[in-house]
């Protein structure tokens, strides 16, 4: 699930010729994904990073999310848990990412200008509405800055991801 559009994104999973970061084979429900942990874990003991990345928002998704992390934070509790979101759903999210042991977290944040935000995003999702234009992209960016300001007072680790869009 997404709760924005980004005009330069196309939510498709990996073929056989190519294998790079942030690319998925598929979605694993919070079973599937806890069952693939032990698999993974047992073969490498040494494993100390686990993570909710895209296809879409972890936080577009918060049950499914929060399901995983409860679950695999309950295995071992040694683990660095990260997450990745667009920001639009972080202010809310960050007190509950804080208690279930999220220390890590990327926000990918292309901008802080409205008029670029506008024609990058077609619609945003927020508060159950779909928001377009100038008032989609101050949301965002609202809540951009809002949820990396909280992130920072939980001690969270935060990195913020740019995508470079020519033009």
């Given at each position: ?35 693939r942990f ?11 990073v ?118």
């Amino acid at each position: 699930a997404c709760n924005i559009q980004c005009n330069y994104c196309n939510r498709k999973f990996d073929c056989s010729n190519e294998s790079r970061p942030g690319v998925v084979s598929r979605v694993m429900s919070p079973f599937q994904a806890i069952e693939r942990f032990k698999k993974v874990k047992a073969r490498m003991p040494e494993l100390k990073v686990v993570g909710i990345a895209g296809p879409g928002d972890a936080l577009a998704n918060p049950k499914a999310s929060f399901a995983t992390l409860k679950g695999i934070s309950a295995l071992d509790s040694d683990l660095h848990l990260c997450v990745s979101t667009n920001g639009l759903a972080l202010p809310q999210h960050v007190e509950e990412l804080r208690k279930v042991g999220v220390n890590h977290l990327t926000v990918t944040i292309n901008t802080t200008r409205p008029d670029i935000a506008a024609d990058l995003y077609p619609w945003v999702y927020f508060n159950n509405k779909r928001l377009k234009g100038l008032e989609a992209a101050e949301r965002l960016i609202e809540q951009q800055m809002k949820g990396l300001e909280l992130a920072a007072k939980a001690d969270m680790l935060v990195k913020v991801n740019t995508v470079l869009v020519p033009g």
